[in-house]
């Protein structure tokens, strides 16, 4: 099945840096990947998503991309603020399934130094 | 709109003892997602109902089980508790799962094994 790696496990940078965390994936038949971001004590939120088809995309500080033939993807985050200090899952669904069976990396905890 | 609402909020159980959690995902949506949330290990896939069938299924053991209500409400079973089901168990849900849809956690299940 597929698999997810993700890293780093935990990023530190300082308020205005930029910050990057790769994930790549096991199975090139994937071909949609979310980020989700969970701060502390609360749920995580889809704060951006790439298909297969796309090899970039951008939301004002935040942009994600996908390289499918190194199977992995990035998620770029510039100007960092001390809201953006949380944990970042990446995920990637398998083909032909359903949204239901993302498969998730284990997360970064992303801490923004003010 | 209420979002995806998850009973109860805590649960100190046992080992050996059985648990039920309960997911009400967002009126209209129709599939909901089952995760378990462990230190280190990220969001991993336990199963997904939609209309009330059980339409996939991640790699826990069958002491987790799960089933959905025509009202689109889920519950989630596990049986034989052992302390390393300790876990926050949240579930999501979308509007039918498909391919690209964003999913909408709950705040979860913070579950307990003694």
């Known amino acids: 099945g597929e698999n997810v790696e993700q890293h780093p496990s935990t990023l530190s940078v300082q308020e205005g840096d930029s910050a990057v965390i790769k994930c790549t994936y096991s199975d090139s038949a994937s071909n949609y990947f979310p980020w989700y971001k969970q701060e502390l004590g609360k749920r995580p939120q889809l704060i951006i998503d790439?298909?297969?088809?796309?090899g970039e995309k951008k939301d004002q500080r935040i942009a994600v991309t996908l390289n499918k033939t190194a199977k992995h993807f990035s998620l770029h985050i510039t100007e960092t603020q001390p809201e953006d200090s949380a944990v970042y899952f990446c995920?990637?669904?398998?083909?032909?399934?359903?949204?239901?069976?993302?498969?998730f990396g284990k997360g970064t905890k992303l801490s923004v130094k003010p | 709109k209420a979002g995806v609402t998850q009973t109860p909020r805590y649960l100190i159980k046992t080992r050996g003892q059985q648990v039920t959690l309960s997911c009400s995902p967002i009126s209209g949506h129709r599939s909901v997602s089952w995760y378990q949330q462990t230190p280190g290990q990220g969001l991993q896939f336990l199963f997904e109902y939609f209309s009330e069938t059980q339409r996939n299924k991640g790699n826990f053991p069958g002491r987790f089980s799960g089933r959905q209500f025509s009202n689109s409400r889920s519950e989630m079973n596990v049986s034989t508790l052992e302390l390393g089901d300790s876990a926050l168990y949240l579930c999501a849900s979308s509007l039918s799962g498909g391919f690209g849809e964003k999913l909408f956690f709950g705040s979860g299940t913070q579950l307990s094994v003694l």
């Open positions: 790439i298909r297969s088809n796309v």
């Open positions: 995920a990637a669904s398998i083909f032909g399934g359903s949204q239901g069976n993302l498969i």
